[in-house]
């Protein structure tokens, strides 16, 4: 994998599309990078996105160019992030990939004449065409990641339609795509999206992910459960995907399963309200009211607006009391009645034996 995607990549895991917390951002002091991209993805990685951008004010490198419309993006700055984008891919395209002589020329980096041995300090001087491809497909998945996080889907699909001609096996494009068509409803499309990235890129965990969400929603609970399962595989700390497994295993009927990747989930969020209430639904519908009260008790504490839990609750307490008066029906209330038979038998046998010790 080039070196670029997988920084891409790690960014987007990082700190993810579309987080736009607004908390406060750290100030990194010098000293930092002196490549202008390098720098904007350094300052990028550690959450300075407004010092990103301001560091970037006027960059001249197509890469620096990217990383700005990132930042801009990440500030929902979503027309000047796509104007970034756009011109990142119009100056990559515009380049003298043989000679290089703007490179030469503005970054005063060797060109042909020294075999493109790069002196400059900015990735411009760079000579070599597939990172020069690689960067303009990042670029265009970017700036359609802009336009879907825009709420314009049709010009992300767009424009994720002509970059997976250009990049067929792009698996970030395509589970975009993926995304994006299950926006709409379109189930059929999106699958097929999203198998074309787990063919591209096998342990893509966002693919694998949408994979089993969307075989849920077509109500296909086995193969749900088994692509959830191999996203597990792949992403261990998935919490969510985690109770979206225990779910497709309880519409499968596999309720201890179901249970037991609930309370898996528990290892790792101790309070959330879904995974107590899913924990407590399937120990209910086993008849174990013991766990299911307690798990229900608990979501309904976590989450007091959960009606489900509540009424689950009332129900599993209900049973509970249920029980109890069958017992006290039919064993406790027959305590006196055996008692005073024992006792009776007891005088009877007493009585029994005295008559038959008499002379």
């Known amino acids: 994998m080039h070196a670029f995607y997988a920084v891409t990549l790690a960014l987007q895991i990082s700190f993810g599309h579309g987080d736009h917390s607004g908390g406060p951002e750290p100030t990194i002091p010098p000293p930092l990078p002196a490549d202008e991209a390098e720098r904007g993805r350094f300052l990028l990685e550690r959450g300075a996105v407004s010092q990103a951008i301001a560091l970037s004010a006027a960059p001249k490198d197509p890469h620096a160019m990217l990383v ?19 011109a990142a891919i119009a100056a ?6 043989t000679g290089c002589a703007v490179d030469a020329r503005v970054f005063g980096c060797g060109g042909a004449e020294n ?37 314009d889907l049709k010009k992300a699909e767009a424009s994720l339609r002509a970059l997976t001609e250009k990049r067929p096996r792009h698996a970030d494009a395509h589970a975009l795509a993926a995304e994006i068509a299950v926006k709409r409803g379109d189930f059929d499309f999106a699958l097929a999206s999203a198998r074309n990235a787990v063919g591209a890129k096998g342990d893509h965990k966002w693919a694998t992910h949408l994979v089993g969400q969307i075989l849920f929603k077509q109500k296909k609970f086995v193969e749900a459960a088994a692509a959830y399962q191999r996203h597990i595989e792949i992403d261990p700390e998935c919490h969510e995907g985690r109770i979206e497994l225990a779910r497709s295993l309880r519409e499968t009927g596999r309720l201890k399963d179901a ?28 008849g174990r ?5 307690y798990h229900l008790k608990r979501a309904a504490e976590i989450r007091p607006n959960l009606k489900p839990a509540v009424d689950l609750l009332a129900r599993a307490e209900a049973a509970v ?18 008692v005073i038979a024992l006792a009776s038998a007891i005088v009877l046998i007493r009585l029994r034996r005295r008559i038959a010790n008499r002379p």
């Open 68 to 86: 700005r419309g990132m930042a801009r993006a990440r500030k929902q700055k979503f027309v000047e992030a796509e104007a970034d984008f756009a």
């Open 92 to 97: 990559i395209a515009a380049r003298d990939r």
């Open 115 to 151: 075999g493109g041995a790069t002196r400059g300090r900015s990735s411009e001087c760079r000579c070599d065409a597939g990172f020069w491809e690689s960067l303009a497909a990042e670029a265009a998945y970017e700036r359609a990641y802009a336009e879907f996080d825009a709420g």
């Open 259 to 286: 249970e037991r990747e609930y309370a898996s989930s528990l290892c790792y969020h101790l309070d959330d309200a879904d995974a107590h209430f899913g924990a407590g639904e399937s120990a209910l519908a086993e």
């Open 289 to 293: 009211l013991v766990p299911a009260i």
């Open 321 to 338: 009391g249920d029980r109890y008066a069958f017992v006290w029906k039919y064993f406790v209330s027959w305590i006196p009645a055996a």
